[in-house]
């Protein structure tokens, strides 16, 4: 009897350890695909991390260098979208920050600082142009000038005003027509033409939109100025 019970002691702890074992190598291989699995996805995670490109502020497709202001700006789309102006990663004028109308959208900026001077719209549809010319006679030498339309910007606009938009570096200020779309930036007391404008005319043949042609967008880096 003492035999058989001793053996029975001997069944029962053999198969307990080998229980043991079993489920302790069965656990590791859990474990170790577990951490395989982590240190993968962490890998992995890295990478994606590494290879997304960089964004700059307002969106731009590089960065500007030193002493430059980053800027984005699209113009109005029909007479549902009002136009977008961005600098420095700020928004300045919008339909989300309805600030946007009908007519010419324009913001001021300081071109020491890149300090918001102003922003305002201008009905050149149904309103008066004079107000809009008193604005810009008040624009004072060294701000920078950012304008969009929105709808229709022209069909107010007279001689004088156009002069003095042009005066602020404009080219196409003059050929502006009934529903073009246009964004322009320039500056007061600027000694050359600006490079910052872009301009499609309404065309019945090629607009995107009934009555209206595409939005027109820009993007650029407007150099501080230096005293």
């Not at 859990?30 to 960089?54: E, Q, V």
């Amino acid at each position: 009897m003492r035999v058989a019970g001793a053996a029975k002691l001997v069944v029962a702890v053999a198969v307990f350890l080998l229980t043991f074992y079993v489920i302790s190598q069965v656990f590791e291989i859990k474990m170790d695909a577990s951490l395989g699995n982590l240190f993968a996805r962490s890998a992995l995670d890295t990478a994606a991390r590494s290879t997304k490109p960089p964004r700059y502020k307002c969106g731009i497709s590089k960065a500007c260098p030193e002493k430059h202001f980053a800027f984005k700006m699209a113009s109005g789309a029909a007479n549902v979208v009002g136009p977008k102006i961005c600098l420095e990663d700020n928004i300045l004028m919008s339909g989300v920050k309805n600030n946007v109308g009908r007519g010419i959208n324009i913001a001021l900026v300081n071109g020491k600082t890149g300090e918001v001077l102003d922003t305002k719209y201008f009905d050149m549809w149904g309103g008066d142009v004079a107000p809009f010319i008193e604005f810009l006679k008040s624009i004072q030498d060294g701000t920078i000038v950012l304008m969009g339309t929105y709808d229709d910007g022209a069909t107010k606009l007279n001689d004088e005003a156009r002069r003095l938009i042009a005066e602020l570096g404009s080219t196409s200020i003059t050929n502006l027509g009934f529903r073009d779309n246009w964004v322009f930036c320039g500056g007061k007391g600027i000694k050359t033409k600006s490079p910052f404008e872009q301009h499609i005319k309404n065309n019945k043949d090629t607009n995107k939109y009934e009555g209206w042609p595409e939005v027109v967008e820009m993007e650029g880096c407007i150099p501080q100025k230096q005293d």
